[in-house]
């Protein structure tokens, strides 16, 4: 499924119909060149779970974690990992009990498509705004954004 996001306007409602649909075990795998717009719709998705406030950027801290959310979410970015078994060196598994996991640069942390719950979005940038590549794994069928 393609999803055109001319606009930040765009980009909160898609990260509003993806909000609406999450369960805990969602992985929401957020690919793309820098400044395709990851963060931002990261960003979007956990402000329409109902999170007040500042969403900072996990670049340096690797992990942000939204538990008083519903479902509670955890937003990681892999960018800064050198190898896949860096992400099991910090944790992950354990964050992502009973969570979302929002992660930028799955690649970095081996991917998750294999997993049923993992909904991936590659996100391309335009000449006017953004486009949104959607595929989701079994779990998805029946409720992609």
């Known amino acids: 499924m393609r999803v055109e996001l001319p606009d930040l306007d765009a980009m909160a409602a898609f990260g509003a119909r ?18 395709a717009g990851k963060t931002t719709l990261a960003r979007a998705i956990i402000e329409a779970l109902g999170h007040l406030g500042e969403v900072p950027s996990p670049t340096f801290t690797i992990v942000e974690t939204y538990e008083a959310l519903d479902p509670p979410l955890v937003h990681a970015d892999f960018y800064r990992l050198e190898h896949p078994g860096e992400a099991e060196q910090i944790g992950l598994d354990d964050y992502r009990e009973g969570a979302v996991l929002l992660a930028e640069w799955p690649e970095h942390a081996g991917g998750f498509a294999h997993e049923p719950q993992c909904l991936e979005i590659a996100l391309e940038t335009r000449a006017h705004g953004r486009a949104a590549i959607v595929e989701g794994g079994a779990d998805w069928l029946g409720r992609m954004p």
């Open 18 to 35: 993806i909000a609406c649909r999450l369960r805990p075990g969602d992985v929401v795998a957020l690919s793309g060149g820098l400044g």
